[in-house]
């Protein structure tokens, strides 16, 4: 390694340059999707969903209850990102349809979740992540303008919220028609 290099997890036309600039230059090509992480018991995973939230370039993450999350996870992501704190879900919920948002829960363990096949994901959308345990609160779900799961195949009841953040965050992009072209 050369003295000087930039040794922070980017790609190579970021490197070097101070987190105003990455900022300013993802700010170009933000994807118009949010995302929401309800934050009820100072999940571990969140920091994963922000990284995941920055590999897709979305517009916004939403914090919803505490505070406080694992920024390790994040890998420095959280700093390219543009992340708001919301104390309640009814303050979530009044901004979300303020802007014109539809707030789509991700959330397996409900009865009114369809499966993501079925599911047409809009460019207005906030996804929306519960904590690992309990997955989001009846509370946010009641809400939410729907709901989906992510079908599996094997015999646990779930897959990891940080991977099923990517997994919804890649359904959400190709439905949107945002993968790039030369990949």
């Known amino acids: 390694m050369e003295p000087g290099e930039d040794t922070r997890n980017l ?18 090509t933000r994807i118009p999707l949010e995302i929401a992480i ?3 018991a100072h999940d571990f995973n ?6 995941n939230a920055n590999a897709f370039n979305v517009a916004r993450v939403h914090i919803i209850g505490k505070r406080k999350y694992n920024r390790r996870g994040a890998m420095v992501t959280d700093k390219y990102l543009h992340i708001d704190h919301f104390a309640t879900i009814d303050e979530f919920v009044d901004d979300a349809h303020a802007r014109g948002m539809k707030i789509i829960a ?9 499966a993501l ?10 996804l929306v992540f519960g904590s690992e345990s309990d997955g989001i609160s ?22 990891n919220v940080g991977c099923a953040s990517a997994v919804a965050m890649y359904e ?12």
Do not use: C, H, W
């Open 117 to 126: 096949q079925k599911t047409q994901i809009f460019a207005n959308s906030i």
């Open 38 to 40: 309800e934050n009820l």
């Open 106 to 114: 991700v959330d397996n363990n409900r009865p009114e979740s369809k």
């Open 46 to 51: 969140i920091g994963t969903v922000v990284r």
């Open 11 to 28: 790609v190579d036309k970021f490197k070097g340059m101070p987190n105003e600039a990455i900022v300013a230059e993802l700010d170009k």
């Open 172 to 183: 959400a992009v190709r439905q949107l028609g945002l993968l790039p072209k030369d990949a």
């Open 138 to 159: 009846q509370e946010l779900l009641d809400k939410s303008d729907g709901a989906f799961y992510i079908e599996q195949l094997g015999s646990t009841r779930s897959i």
